[in-house]
């Protein structure tokens, strides 16, 4: 099985300051056939199901805001948050599907400073 | 722009079986892949099984090899996920998801409790 694993596991981060949440890969989830990375982002807030933000490891989902973005290849995911509005408040998850079990890092939780 | 509604809320006594509904709209469930994914409380995402591509069938993971078992009804553009064997460390918030690669639609989640 393909271990994710996140860095933080929590972040306080002042509004409008930029936030980074990284993700790595105990196995590369990059596709050499397609050069696609089978790496995606999820925002979860409360009482609410996941949210997909970035797919490809780097292409923004449709609606998601553009301080959203995505990076990395291989093994090792960056997500970054541009610009923290208090509206970004939440749990966010990246998750490899390259193999089943399309395994989820444990989480990160990103609160206001 | 693919909608999914489950069903709602259960609480079974351990030992008995839960079957959680996932009804699809905006397109037939012969057009995308079915996973469920559940979450225990203040826990993270577990994948639990679903559609693979590549094998042309239904995976589980194998935590819940034995105990799960994942269904559709293309009549209905219903998907099924049945577990059984139930215990407390099966109380937990159950998602549906859709994909054709990626997981781009959530269902509103169906809340199993598990309690004597």
């Known amino acids: 099985d393909i271990v994710m694993t996140q860095s933080p596991d929590s972040l306080a981060v002042s509004l409008g300051e930029r936030a980074t949440i990284n993700c790595k890969s105990s196995?590369?989830?990059?596709?050499?056939?397609?050069?696609?990375?089978?790496l995606a982002w999820f925002q979860q807030k409360p009482g609410q199901p996941p949210k997909l933000l970035i797919y490809?490891?780097?292409t923004r989902e449709s609606g998601v805001p553009d301080r959203f973005s995505g990076s990395g290849s291989g093994t090792d995911f960056t997500l970054t948050i541009s610009s923290l509005q208090t509206e970004d408040v939440a749990v966010y998850y990246c998750?490899?599907?390259?193999?089943?079990?399309?395994?989820f890092g444990q989480g990160t939780k990103l609160e206001i400073k | 722009q693919v909608q999914l509604v489950q069903s709602g809320a259960e609480v079974k006594k351990p030992g008995a079986s839960v079957r959680v509904s996932c009804k699809v709209s905006g397109y037939t469930l012969t057009e995308l892949f079915i996973h469920w994914v559940r979450q225990a409380p203040e826990k993270g995402l577990e994948w639990m099984g679903g559609?693979?591509?590549?094998?042309?069938?239904?995976i589980y993971a194998q935590k819940f090899q034995g105990r799960v078992t994942m269904t559709e009804d293309t009549s209905t553009d219903t998907a099924y996920m049945e577990l059984s064997s139930l215990t407390s460390e099966d109380t937990a918030m159950y998602y549906c998801a859709a994909s054709v690669d990626y997981f781009d639609s959530w269902g509103q989640g169906t809340l199993v409790t598990v309690s004597s």
């Open positions: 490809w490891a780097s």
């Open positions: 196995q590369s989830v990059l596709n050499s056939s397609n050069n696609k990375n089978y």
């Open positions: 559609f693979d591509p590549e094998d042309g069938e239904t």
């Open positions: 998750q490899q599907y390259y193999s089943t079990p399309y395994t």
